[in-house]
C-alpha cells in the first residue's frame, strides 16, 4: 500500500483544513487507518483513527472535539478535518495504515506510512 498525504498549509490560529491521505495499492478498506503528528524536536504522536468500514473512530484528547477523522472506501482516500485550530497543532501530519486491530494508538502498529504533510498555524 502506498499513502500520499496533503492538504497542509498555513492557516491562522481558529481556522480550519482538510488534510487528506489517498492509498493505492492493496485495498485501503482492509486497513484501519490513522493519522500522527510530530512537531519540531517531539516524537511523533497519535492525533486520530478510524476502523475499517469507518464506523469506529477515536482521538487524542488534544484534538477531540475539534479534529474530524472519516473515510471514503470507494475513493480509498481518508481525512482529517481540522478545524479550530491551534499553534500548538503546527506540526508534520501522517497517515497510517494498520492490519492490526488492537494497539492502534502507538505508531509502531502501523504497517504502512504516508510522507506527510506540513501544517502551520500562526497566532
Known amino acids: 500500500v502506498q499513502l500520499q498525504a496533503s492538504g497542509g498549509g498555513l492557516v491562522q490560529a481558529g481556522g480550519s483544513l482538510r488534510l487528506s491521505c489517498a492509498a493505492s495499492g492493496r485495498t485501503s478498506n482492509s486497513y484501519r487507518m490513522g493519522w500522527f503528528r510530530q512537531a519540531p524536536g517531539k516524537e511523533r504522536e497519535f492525533a486520530a483513527r478510524i476502523s475499517r468500514s469507518g464506523g469506529l473512530t477515536a482521538y487524542a484528547d488534544s484534538v477531540k472535539g475539534r479534529f474530524t477523522i472519516s473515510r471514503d472506501n470507494a475513493k480509498n482516500t481518508v481525512y482529517l478535518q481540522m478545524n479550530s485550530l491551534k499553534p500548538e497543532d503546527t506540526a508534520v501530519y501522517y497517515c497510517?495504515?494498520?492490519?492490526?486491530?488492537?494497539?492502534?494508538?502507538?505508531?509502531?502498529?502501523?504497517?504502512?506510512w504516508g510522507q506527510g504533510t506540513q501544517v502551520t498555524v500562526s497566532s
Open positions: 497510517a495504515a494498520a492490519l492490526a486491530s488492537a494497539g492502534l494508538g502507538s505508531a509502531r502498529v502501523y504497517d504502512y
